[in-house]
């Protein structure tokens, strides 16, 4: 009966440890995705430079990660569609349009920013009046 316990107490000491090593790997894994999100809107900023065909593979892609990570892990969905989300936002504030976007990166940045099709229309239109109301003054 001795020899029982013994087990039963080391067995249950080693869950507990196990358990505290996942809270840990779950934070260290959702700031991954967070950083991964960004890293990939840094790139996805780049797209015009490639072919039609290419962006459009891309962003298929880019799908099917999305729908993976979402069934075999939410939480870090959850993250990494927040971090999306900030970087698409933070580029929309600086973005100065010199540099045109295609309509496929126009139509996912509608998405990850969870906008209508009228206030990304309005949003977009509001950037160029200011920016360029700027610009004239410093002229």
Request: hydrophobic share 35%.
């Amino acid at each position: 009966m001795k020899f029982v316990r013994i087990h039963i107490v080391i067995f249950a000491s080693c869950c507990m440890g196990a358990f505290a090593q996942d809270k840990a790997h779950t934070k260290h894994g959702l700031r991954f995705y967070e950083q991964l999100a960004q890293r990939d809107a840094d790139y996805e900023k780049s797209l015009q430079l490639l072919t039609h065909q290419d962006e459009s593979d891309y962003w298929i892609d880019q799908g099917n990660f999305e729908r993976q990570l979402g069934k075999s892990d939410f939480a870090s969905y959850l993250a990494y569609m927040k971090g999306k989300k900030d970087a698409y936002n933070g580029h929309l504030k600086t973005c100065d349009h010199k540099v045109p976007h295609s309509e496929l990166y126009l139509q996912k940045a509608k998405e990850y920013l969870s906008l209508t099709d009228l206030e990304f229309t309005m949003m977009k239109d509001s950037q160029k009046v200011v920016r360029s109301s700027i610009k004239k003054k410093r002229q």
